[in-house]
Nanobody
């Protein structure tokens, strides 16, 4: 079971760190992805990290502002979001993949098998 948390209201230019905590299994067995869904839009992939945490991958438009990391000891994946923009407003979801594909292939919902509930991020002044 995955649980995302850390969302909230932040001003443009601010930062938030989202957490994705797992229970019932250890995250080192799964690649973890973050997705987001803005109001009125389809859900889009944001980033993913390998089971070991050694490989990461980002959507081109977000690279440099968002950082994904994993703490296997805490069984938690983080998404650090900096220099937030109003267009980052969305419900953010984390998901786990059991796929053995390269991390470069994990940029689509179909590769993920377990989903957490979303956490709302609102970027507004």
């Amino acid at each position: 079971q995955l649980q995302a948390s850390g969302g909230g209201l932040v001003q443009p230019g601010g930062s938030l760190r989202l957490s994705c905590a797992a229970s019932g299994s250890t995250l080192d067995s799964y690649a973890i992805g973050w997705f987001r869904q803005a109001p009125g839009k389809e859900r889009e992939w944001v980033s993913c990290i390998s089971g070991s945490g050694g490989s990461t991958y980002y959507a081109d438009s977000l690279r440099g502002r968002f950082t994904i990391s994993k703490d296997n000891a805490k069984n938690t994946v983080y998404l650090q979001m900096n220099r937030l923009k109003p267009e980052d407003t969305a419900v953010y979801y984390c998901a786990a993949s059991v796929s053995t594909d390269s991390i470069w292939m994990l940029d689509r919902e179909s590769k993920y098998h377990y989903w957490g509930q979303g956490t709302l991020v609102t970027v507004s002044s």
